[in-house]
């Protein structure tokens, strides 16, 4: 498969301390969508799930902690049964395939990217700042 060919994965996480287990949750959430707690699809490059991981490393301890990623077919078959399983803001028909529900998270994700790429260098940074403890 092409480097550069997005496709989705289902990344799945057990993290043994809080204070880490609140690192993750915040990191994966920012690349994927919560399917629940710790499992997320995640859609993009192998070099996107490869710079995730690289993150995800800084923050966990291998010997305590658990984090595995399965890709995902291009197309594929799934079912949900309970409650609405989709993170809000993604609008899913009831009568919608499982493909048009990707597709609507997919579109999601990439308005979500593209609003965090126009927020200014400057502002990330202060926002740095403030995390830890300089004004």
Known sequence: ??????????????????????????RVRNHGLPLQYSVFLVVGTTHDLDRLLAELDDIIQPNEDDIRVYP????????????????????????ASMAQALLAMVAEQDARAAAQGAASPGASRRRRKRRNGRA
Do not use: C, E, S
């Not at 498969?1 to 915040?26: C, E, F, G, S, W």
């Not at 995902?72 to 009568?95: E, K, N, S």
């Open 72 to 95: 995902l077919p291009l197309t594929f078959d799934a079912h949900a049964y309970g409650r609405q399983w989709l993170p809000a803001g993604v609008d899913v028909p009831h009568d």
């Open 1 to 26: 498969m092409p480097r550069n060919q997005r496709r989705p994965y289902l990344l799945a996480y057990d993290i043994a301390d809080p204070k880490r287990l609140v690192r993750v949750h915040r």
